[in-house]
Each structure stands twice: as C-alpha cells, then as structure tokens.
C-alpha cells in the first residue's frame, strides 16, 4: 500500500463523540500497520489526556521539548483610568473592571490581544504564559508528536495548533491525527486541514448521541469519513439511527473481545492478526482509496 509522498501527505483525522470507545486504540493500529509500508507521523492531539505513547514503549524523545506560550496581558493600574473598554472588547470575560482597579484572569485569557488593542491608555502590556508543550518521539518509521496541556489550563486549541504545526515539520508519507473526543472547539481545531476523518462509536445511547454530533462537524466541515463500530456485538437501534443518519460510510466493525479488553488494560496495540485487523485494515482501504482518486484528480 501506497500513499502521498511530498509535502503534503494525507492527513486522516481519528475521532469520537465519547471518550472510551478506542479511539487512541485505533489511531495507534493504524499509525503503526500504515509504518510498515512508509513514513508515518501520529499527532497526538487529544492534549487534555494525551496517551499515545503508552502504547508505544520503545519511542524515544527527539529534540526538545516545546513550551506552548499564550500572550497574557498585564495592567498598568497607574495607568489604567477604568473606562473598561478593554473588558468589553473581551469575548471570554476574563477581564473585570471596577473603579480604581481592572483585574484580567489569566486562566480564561485565550491571548487573542483584543483588549490590548483597544486600550487608549497603553495600560496593558503581554506577557507570555505557558498553556502547555508539544515534543517528538521516535519508534522506527514512526513519529509521534505529543501535545500536553499545563494541568489546570483550558486552551486546549494553543497547544493543538502547536502540534499540527511541529507534525507539519516532520517528512511523512501519511499523517493519523488522535483527536480530542467531544463535538466543540478542540476537536473542530484537530480536524482542521484533515483530508478524512474516522469516528469511532460503541454499541450505547449515549454513544450513538455523541457520533451524531460529531458527525455533524465533520459534515459541516466539508471532509470525508466513515465510521467504526468498536465493541461490536451488542443490539443498540439508537447507534443504528445514528450512523444511518450521519453521512457517512460504516467502514467495519471490532468484536466486543475479552483478549482486546485485556490488551487495553495492559496497553498493547491492536494485532493486525487479531479481533481488531479487519477494521483497521478497512480503515486504511478507505484511505488508499482517497489517495488514489486525490492522484487522479
């Protein structure tokens, strides 16, 4: 199996509306069965619980390690006359204005530097702040780039765009993105530039309600995808409305299995020869596909 060599490889995003379907058990089959043919780099974009590596004991780090510093604004009190302009240019109410003192939060401060714009005193200056770090690892063909965000910080979308761009910089023939799970910012950041997107369910009602609204995303994003069934086996009408109303393919389904139960609890990657093989490699036929018709195009 071949895919796009240059520049631009393929970028294929994997998703979830839930956390717990096996999404990152996913993306690491994949990144590692598609290592067997090229380049490949996994972008571990799920920063809040980044845990790619896990399956992956023999990566290595490569190079340093990368701070994520978000521009966070300061006051000048002796300066700032409190004409509270700043904290209505503000759109995540990070700054509060009283009379005679501005406090900024810097925990919901996302650096956009609007308020430091519009300040017609110059009382705000900015300082960086660090919202989290991206780092390299190395297993053979494969690179995986980590995204971790500072416990206790929220700008998730900081650190995720650091990531996509140090995965950019790194040659690969095909690039798996672990997304974050949810149906919000994080995952709409992630999905950002992606050329095919993979959600992964599971036989519930919650999880048939969160792949509708992940679906959703994707659609609205104009990008490709299908879906996979992980614990497959179980009877769920709600997940069957879901996937027949999502637009997109069903690209195969993993057996609810005690030996992938156990291989999970013990981080062990999905075997290409196990209960898991013919989902993944479905998957990457959907790819090849996409690549293939993009060449012809």
């Given amino acids: 199996m071949e895919y796009r060599t240059g520049p631009a490889p393929l970028r294929v995003a994997v998703a979830s509306g839930k956390g717990g379907t096996g999404k990152t058990s996913l993306a690491v089959a994949l990144a590692l069965l598609a290592s067997e043919k090229g380049r490949v780099r996994l972008a571990d974009l799920d920063v809040e619980a980044p845990d790619s590596l896990a399956y992956l004991p023999d990566a290595v780090a490569s190079g ?6 978000i521009p966070v604004p300061r006051v000048d009190q002796d300066a700032c006359d409190s004409c509270g302009l700043c904290a209505r240019a503000c759109r995540f109410g990070a700054i509060l204005v009283l009379p005679g003192v501005t406090q900024i939060d810097t925990n919901l401060c996302k650096g956009c530097g609007r308020c ?4 017609p005193r110059k009382a705000l200056t900015e300082r960086p702040v660090e919202a989290g770090s991206v780092q390299v690892y190395e297993d053979g063909a494969l690179a995986v780039i980590e995204g971790r965000l500072r416990p206790g910080d929220i700008r998730s979308t900081a650190v995720i765009d650091a990531a996509v761009s140090a995965a950019a910089g790194i ?5 798996i993105r672990d997304c974050p799970p949810g149906a919000t ?3 709409t950041r992630s999905l950002r530039g992606a050329d095919y997107a993979v959600l992964v369910a599971e036989p519930s009602a919650y999880s048939a309600h969160d792949l509708a609204a992940a679906a959703r995303v994707v659609r609205e994003m104009g990008i490709p995808g299908g879906i996979v069934v992980n614990k497959a086996g179980a009877s769920s009408p709600e997940l ?3 996937i027949a109303g999502s637009g997109l393919t069903l690209l195969g389904s993993v057996p609810f299995d005690t030996s992938l139960a156990r291989d999970g609890a013990e981080a062990r990657p ?8 013919p989902a993944v490699r479905a998957v990457l036929e959907a790819v090849e596909a996409l690549d293939l018709a993009g060449r012809k195009a």
């Fill in 270 to 277: 999905w075997r290409r020869d196990g209960p898991a093989g």
């Fill in 240 to 242: 069957d409305a879901a």
């Fill in 116 to 119: 430091v714009r519009v300040c």
């Fill in 185 to 187: 910012c994080p995952l």
């Fill in 171 to 175: 040659p690969a023939d095909l690039e």
């Fill in 64 to 69: 340093d390690r990368r701070v994520v510093d």
